[in-house]
């Protein structure tokens, strides 16, 4: 079945963000010129994905202000004759069908994700994390790897990197053996894993592709750590029956949620912006040598 779909929750407080995301949403946080969540449904759409549900929360309309239309601002410029602004401020209202609903209480990923059950229906759908960036190659954008995963495996698909055996203890820790290249089938995890329960390096990391029966597993999810109801929890339970894919994506990705990712995703993306790159990496170069 194709995936069409996709639910990008965005409603967690963003506490290690603060105090920005007291009253910017961490989703909202610029890279170079565009905000974190701008990428993120570039990427769902350039993966063939038409409908997009953002889960948000108090205090985040102005994610919605961003893929709605400003006519005051839109008339301003084309009357100045800055078409190429206009262009630009358009462009995020012409993505992709967006709707939203809002989580009323931070209650963890897994309870983000039971909220798109109406949404999402019986079709299997895309998670992209909300405050993960990936930047790939264009022809092969993250999601869209796993969507193709999913239509040929037929199963839950996780998007997974190699972490240091320093961060696998505060990720999940996946048993993996390889179908063909970049592509794993997952039948264990563990979540935070002690150093001799290590599986293996691989960590799911940003993006998955869920079948409906998610909801199911999600609404007889008990909370787990920080009292919330953890995705990584129910996606256990499908490694440990039907089994996962795992997909190791070509993309490079970026937390938005920690300050070193925010650092990292503006400075690489500014490096390669048309506008700025150049004198940027010249700026660079030169700040280095003083380092
Ligand atoms: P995180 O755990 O990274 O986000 O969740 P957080 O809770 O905002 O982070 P900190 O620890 O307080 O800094 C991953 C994604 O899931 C969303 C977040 O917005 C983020 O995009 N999320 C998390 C929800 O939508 N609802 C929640 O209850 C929790």
Same mark, same amino acid.
């Given at each position: 079945m194709k995936v069409r779909k996709a639910v990008i929750p965005a409603? =967690?407080? =963003?506490t290690r963000v603060l105090p920005a995301t007291k009253s910017i949403p961490k989703e909202m946080l610029p890279i170079v010129d565009r905000p974190a969540i701008h990428y993120i449904v570039e990427e769902a759409v350039r993966s063939g994905i038409t409908d997009i549900l953002i889960i948000t929360s108090r205090g985040k309309s102005s994610l919605e202000d961003y893929f709605d239309r400003a006519p005051e601002l839109e008339a301003r410029l084309l009357a100045s004759g800055k078409d190429a602004l206009y262009r630009d401020v358009l462009a995020p209202t012409e993505l992709a069908n967006i709707q939203y609903i809002r989580? %009323?209480?931070? %209650?963890g990923l897994g309870h983000a994700v039971l909220c798109a059950r109406e949404f999402v229906g019986n079709e299997p759908f895309a998670v992209l994390y909300g405050d993960d960036v990936i930047i790939s190659p264009p022809d092969s954008p993250a999601t869209g790897e796993l969507v193709r995963a999913y239509e040929k495996y037929g199963k839950a698909v996780v998007g997974i990197k190699e972490v240091t055996p320093q961060q696998i203890l505060r990720y999940s820790s996946l048993a993996v053996s390889p179908l063909e290249e970049r592509v794993f089938s997952v039948t264990d995890m563990v979540e935070k894993p002690a150093p001799h329960e290590v599986l293996s390096l691989y960590s799911i990391l940003g993006r998955c592709v869920l079948p409906p029966e998610i909801f199911d597993i999600l609404s007889q999810t008990p909370p787990g750590a920080g009292g919330e109801i953890q995705l990584t929890d129910a996606m256990y339970i499908l490694a440990r029956t039907t089994g996962m894919t795992g997909v190791d994506y070509l993309g490079k990705r970026y937390d938005m949620g920690n300050k070193l990712g925010i650092m990292e995703a503006s400075v690489e993306v500014a490096l390669r912006h048309p506008e700025i790159g150049g004198e940027f990496r010249e700026y660079l170069k030169k700040l280095a040598q003083t380092l």
């Open positions: 409603a =967690g407080l =963003g989580q %009323k209480e931070t %209650k």
